[in-house]
Each structure stands twice: as structure tokens, then as C-alpha cells.
């Protein structure tokens, strides 16, 4: 015979030539085997090979058949070799390997398993979905959401505090113009800045929970406009009186270093006029800056060269698609969810209650992530390609996270820049302990939370402020005993977990004072 059979196993071709040389296998590697000699009829059939055009086992004592399954199973690729050759190379069927489920073996490739997690995920929502459309019916109504903004067609008290906010732009604005001219001192200054930032604070929450008219979506929208002006407004004087102490210290140029030492120069800023201090006091550049997306203020805002349209009609695509996406979803699976819990809750029924809130987080934590796309993706990318405004970092790769404090760090990136620049470096720099300082942002984080939920509700359960505070010993927790794809798999289930619970609370809390009769 002049073909020799060839051994394939897997994606990988592994090979491992054998002779018998006086009844010994002679490896290919330079190990040695006691085999029974070439007449021996006990001799093994090669398992794993595969005949094409026969089913029928080859008697181990007829060498034609033999002979026809090596020529079958090489076909062209054979190679000259004798009988004892192609026998002995069946003899020899296992090397030294690790599953490829082991961590040992190196493999990498589980986009399959991957594509399966995809398939499941997608048919047991499909069911799910299916299941509530059977119980409920289409529950889907816009006119309903319009009508939550429209309640109160005549005075619109949500409308009118967003526009009432211009005040607060314009004392901040003109009370930097007198700063850097000097006709008001220093101290007048901040006086003037305190005031002006806790008015920010105090009119809208006040308006909110004087005026009945105003919905909870009124409410929220309003104050979470006026929060975002609050820390667009610290940063403008935080910025201006460094620039003013460099102008002190006799600095006879000012350029984006001096402002934002972190940011450098786009490739098209240079069609931009660059502005030094106080030319910046301006109307131009203070809206510019209200409308950004960024809460840290600069002289000197990196720009992209153009307006892209085509990028821009793609978030907007997204933005009304998304938008309408969500408010199918809250109106149709959220709300009857949220409904059907109440009697467990009021019955302190806890098995109950668990698999309410299992059942709540599915829906819950999908409509996180949308609303995570549509904010930070698409709605400030269509902001900032319209104002040319070139930073475009928004959030880093917090789905990898492995600790707390870097989901916190890299989901919200303008607002981790703001914590970073304005309260937690000046608290180092005065000296204050590392762990007081990220124990005093989480604080701060902790009392917006609870202050754009809370009032808009018109009821103070701090459900909101314990949850925040909750993340310093669960980062300390994961931090210390978990690492790795554990330490990912606690930040998932804080998301998916704690977020239901805090909806439940509140949810519960204002059905007990609003409808419990």
C-alpha cells in the first residue's frame, strides 16, 4: 500500500508519526510503546475516522480493507507508507492537552456562547413581552405623556421656571464683569455667587412644591435643569477667579492650560478665535457654554472644524426613536409591573415581594441602558455636533467596570470632571484625608439624587440619599474581597438589583399617601 491514513482532530491539525520496529512503537517525539506485533489480530480499528462511500467496519484481518479505508479517508493528501505505518499511527490518538473550557488551554474564542447568551436573552423577553401584551393589551399612549406637560395649559409653571432661569445666568454673568473690572471686591464677589447659586437651588424646589399643578415630570424636568445650571455656574467663577489670580500674579497670557490643564488643543480650534480674560465675560460665550455638553468651563473650548449632517440626522433619528421607544416601554411594562406590586408590599408579603422586584428588574435595568444610549450617545453628541464642540468623551467603558468607584468614575464623565476639578482635588489640596473626600462626593451625589426625587414627588423618604450612600461600603466591599469578572458581576447586580428597589420604595410610598383610600 502507498498511502499512509492522516489523523485530524478539531480546528487544529495535530499529528504524531509512529513506526513498530520489532514489536516497539517508536514515537515521533522519542517516546517508546510495547505494541503486539504486525500479525496480531487484536489490533485496534483507529476510531474517530470517517468512510465515505462504506458503513461497514473493516475486518482488522482483511488487509484490503484496510488498505481501501487509509485510501478512502487521505484521498490526494496520502502520503507513501506501509500497512504497519497507517496501524501503527491509529495506535496513537491522544496528546498532552487541556479542555477548552479550562482557563489552562489559552482558548479565547466564545463568540458562539456569546451569540447564545444574545438569542436567549432576546426570546425571553420576546415572552415576556408577548405574555403582557396577552394580559394587558396595548397600553402604548402619547397623548397621555403630552398631557403630563400640558396639564395646566395657561400658566405652564414648569415652562416658565426653566425660562425664569436666565435670571441666574445673568447675575452670575454680571457679577464676573464687576469682578474683573474691580469695582466689586473679592469677598462681595463670592457673597454675591453663594447667593445667587442657593436662590438656583431654592426658587425651583419651592415653586415645585407650592405650586399643585406642577407634575412630578414638570417637577423633575425643571429641577434637573436649574441642578445642571447649579454646577455649570460654580464652575464659570470657579474658572474666572483663577484666571483673575493669574492675572494678579502677572501672567501675561492666558491660554487653555491655565483653565483646564487636562485638555489639549483639537485639530479645529484654530479657526476659533482664542479668547483670553476677561474678553470672555461675554453674552456669546456665557450661553455658549449653558448649552454645551460639559458642566466645566473654559475660556477655550476644543472645536471640530465642521457640522457633520449626516451624523447629526443619525442622533436625531436616534433621539426621537429612542424617546418614544421609552415611553412605550415605562407605559406598558413598568406601570402594570409597578401596579400589580403594591398589594404584596402593603401585605408585607416578602415572597411575594421578592418575585416582584425580580420581576421588576428586567424591564427596569433595559430601560436604564436605553436611557443611558439616549442621553449620553445620542442627545449630547446632537449638541455638540450642532455647537461644533469637540470633546466628545461622555463615558468611558463602564461596562467593564471590576470596582464601584470606576462605574461611578467613567458612566457620567462630564459630571465625574465637575466632582474631580471643583470639589475633590480643592479638598485634597486642603489637606483633607483621600477617603473623607470620596466619602464627601458621594454625599454630594447622594443629596441631588434625593433632591430631584423627593421634591417632585412632594414627599421626603431619603431613599434616594441612603442608596448613594450605600455605594461607600459596597466599594470598599468589592474593592477589598472581589476582583476581577467578580468584582464586574457585583457592579452588575448593584445595577440590575438596586435600582428596583429604590423604584419600589418610592413608588409605594407615594401610591400610600396619594391613593391609599
Not at 395 to 416: C, G, K, L, M, Q
Not at 476 to 502: C, D, E
Amino acid at each position: 500500500m502507498s498511502d499512509r491514513a492522516e489523523v485530524v482532530r478539531g480546528p487544529a491539525a495535530r499529528q504524531r508519526r509512529t513506526t513498530i520496529i520489532g514489536g516497539v512503537k517508536q514515537q515521533a517525539n522519542g517516546g517508546k510503546s510495547h505494541t503486539s506485533s504486525a500479525g496480531d489480530k487484536s489490533l485496534p480499528y483507529p476510531v474517530g475516522k470517517k468512510t465515505e462511500g462504506t458503513t461497514k467496519r473493516p475486518n482488522n484481518n482483511d488487509g484490503k480493507a484496510v488498505a481501501e479505508l487509509g485510501q478512502q479517508s487521505t484521498h490526494k493528501h496520502s502520503t507513501p507508507g506501509s500497512p504497519l505505518d497507517e496501524i501503527g499511527e491509529g495506535l496513537s490518538c491522544h496528546v498532552l492537552q487541556e479542555s477548552l473550557l479550562s482557563s489552562a488551554s489559552g482558548y479565547s474564542n466564545y463568540r458562539g456562547i456569546l451569540n447564545w447568551c444574545v438569542v436567549m436573552l432576546v426570546l425571553s423577553n420576546a415572552r415576556l413581552f408577548l405574555e403582557n401584551i396577552i394580559k394587558y393589551g396595548i397600553l402604548v399612549d402619547p397623548i397621555q405623556v403630552v398631557s403630563l406637560f400640558l396639564k395646566d395649559p395657561y400658566s405652564w409653571p414648569a415652562a416658565c421656571l426653566i425660562i425664569a432661569s436666565n435670571v441666574f445666568i445673568l447675575v452670575a454673568l454680571y457679577t464676573e464683569r464687576r469682578l474683573a473690572l474691580g469695582t466689586v471686591s473679592e469677598s462681595t464677589g463670592l457673597i454675591l455667587h453663594i447667593f445667587n447659586l442657593a436662590f438656583l437651588l431654592i426658587v425651583p424646589s419651592a415653586t415645585v412644591l407650592a405650586v399643585t399643578s406642577i407634575t412630578p415630570v414638570g417637577g423633575i424636568l425643571s429641577l434637573g435643569i436649574h441642578t445642571v445650571l447649579f454646577l455649570k455656574l460654580y464652575s464659570y467663577q470657579d474658572t474666572n477667579r483663577w484666571c483673575r489670580e493669574i492675572r494678579q500674579a502677572k501672567a501675561k497670557k492666558l491660554t487653555r492650560s491655565y483653565s483646564c490643564p487636562s485638555v489639549a488643543q483639537s485639530n479645529g480650534s484654530a479657526v476659533h478665535s482664542h479668547v483670553s480674560y476677561p474678553g470672555n465675560l461675554t453674552h456669546r460665550d456665557m450661553y455658549y457654554f449653558v448649552f454645551a455638553p460639559t458642566l466645566c468651563y473654559q475660556l477655550n473650548f476644543p472645536r471640530s472644524p465642521r457640522i457633520r449632517k449626516r451624523f447629526l440626522l443619525r442622533r436625531l433619528f436616534e433621539m426621537l426613536f429612542f424617546m418614544q421607544l421609552l415611553v412605550g416601554l415605562i407605559q406598558q411594562w413598568m406601570v402594570p409591573t409597578i401596579q400589580n406590586s403594591m398589594k404584596p408590599f402593603q401585605e408585607m408579603n416578602f415572597s411575594r415581594m421578592v418575585e416582584r422586584l425580580l420581576k421588576l428588574a428586567v424591564p427596569n435595568h433595559l430601560i436604564w441602558l436605553i436611557f443611558f444610549y439616549w442621553f449620553f450617545h445620542s442627545s449630547m453628541n446632537f449638541v455638540a455636533e450642532l455647537l461644533q464642540f469637540g470633546d466628545r468623551e461622555f463615558y468611558r467603558d463602564w461596562w467593564n467596570s471590576e470596582s464601584v468607584t470606576y462605574f461611578w468614575a467613567n458612566w457620567n464623565i462630564p459630571v465625574h470632571k465637575w466632582c474631580l476639578r471643583h470639589f475633590y482635588k480643592p479638598m485634597l489640596r486642603k489637606g483633607v484625608n483621600k477617603l473623607v473626600a470620596q466619602s464627601a462626593v458621594f454625599l454630594l451625589s447622594a443629596f441631588f439624587h434625593e433632591y430631584l426625587v423627593s421634591v417632585p414627588l412632594k414627599m421626603f423618604r431619603l431613599w434616594a440619599f441612603m442608596g448613594m450612600m450605600a455605594q461607600v461600603p459596597l466599594a470598599w466591599f468589592v474593592g477589598r474581597f472581589l476582583n476581577g469578572i467578580y468584582g464586574n458581576a457585583a457592579v452588575w447586580m448593584s445595577l440590575i438589583i438596586g435600582q428596583p428597589v429604590a423604584v419600589l420604595m418610592y413608588v409605594h410610598d407615594y401610591y400610600i399617601l396619594h391613593y391609599s383610600t
